[in-house]
């Protein structure tokens, strides 16, 4: 495997149990201007792998490549500012992620080479994706959605533990969902501020992530239209596919509730549960990753695939970005 001794060189220890500063008491100006300087650094490193025709390792001198080209455009976006935590927003819903988030795509072997401070997961690993990047990814596929399906972008964000934590503590709800149910018992408005359960009237399919404990992303996909509804949940983790199911069984009745108001759609008689194939991952990083490629399928009213490689996969993702910014997308840019 190649090193990226540029990185190195530069003073910083690439370990990965070092190089998340934890007590940094810089202030935004400092930290701005530190990390404008790893960005570059970064930059640098991957062009000298690119450049560096010696190096065995095919599959990061191709990411270096990809990465390169995104932190060029993201540093010409910034317009001097501090790429790396500068949003560009993408597609029509205005969504928009973080230089930082795009590279939690780089595979985890490779993410001790990403040397930023206060770089994210400094726990579950530096290419945990968070959901950001996921529905951006979707987004950007939308032209393969099949007529009918319905990628019902933050469904899950009402129906996650801390949620529910907060709303026993200050109040007689078990869980967030319940209150949202109340709320609109009686009456209020604001329950559906966003319109993350309305379902358009020409779908019958809708596709969501899940991930109720925080720190394992699925899928579900429900069939919409009828007397009942099956909740099929796309598990990419099998030792956690008990208590996700649960997590679902738990929740699920609240959930259809808020779709068929906010819907106008009949209640169906019937809710099942149950766990459909999906590719396994093969590390605690990756969930995300499998997430998207199990969404992408449902919502193209195909079956997910039995085996995903993940690191080419994100490559995939790395290159389906820069793509888009090399279209035009991207812009429109906000501090976040």
Not at 274 to 302: E, K, P, T
Request: aromatic share 8%.
């Amino acid at each position: 495997m190649g090193e990226l001794t540029n990185v190195e060189a530069s003073g910083k220890d690439s370990s990965p149990l070092q190089k998340h500063p934890d007590n940094i008491a810089e202030s935004p100006k400092d930290k701005a201007l530190v990390q404008i300087e790893q960005i570059a650094a970064i930059r640098n490193a991957f062009e000298c792998v690119v450049a560096d025709e010696s190096i065995q390792d095919y599959a990061l001198r191709s990411i270096a490549g990809v990465v390169v080209g995104i932190i060029k455009t993201w540093q010409e976006r910034a317009l001097g500012r501090d790429p790396v935590d500068y949003a560009l927003s993408f597609g029509l819903h205005g969504l928009s992620i973080t230089l930082r988030q795009v590279l939690t795509l780089v595979p985890e072997k490779y993410q001790d080479k990403i040397v930023l401070s206060d770089h994210l997961q400094i726990r579950k690993g530096g290419s945990w994706v968070d959901e950001s990047v996921m529905n951006v990814l979707v987004e950007l596929s939308a032209t393969n959605t099949a007529a009918g399906a319905h990628f019902a972008r933050g469904l899950f964000t009402d129906a996650i533990n801390s949620w529910d934590v907060l709303t026993r503590e200050e109040g007689v709800f078990p869980t967030r969902l319940a209150y949202l149910n109340d709320e609109m018992k009686k009456g209020a408005t604001d329950w559906n501020k966003d319109g993350s359960y309305t379902v358009p009237s020409d779908k019958d399919r809708i596709v969501f992530f899940w991930n109720y404990y925080e720190h394992h992303w699925t899928v579900i996909g429900i069939q919409v239209k009828g007397k009942s509804w099956k909740y099929k949940l796309h598990d990419s983790l099998e030792s956690t596919s008990r208590y996700t199911k649960d997590s679902v069984k738990t929740l699920g009745i609240d959930l259809c509730g808020l779709i068929c108001e906010a819907s106008d759609m009949d209640k169906p008689e019937k809710i099942k549960v149950a766990h459909q194939d999906s590719a396994q991952q093969a590390n605690a990083y990756d969930c995300g990753v499998f997430a998207v490629v199990n969404a992408l399928a449902l919502l193209r009213r195909a079956t997910p695939p039995i085996k995903i490689d993940p690191e080419e996969t994100r490559l995939q993702f790395l290159v389906q970005i820069l793509t888009a910014l090399d279209a035009g997308l991207g812009g429109a840019p906000k501090r976040v």
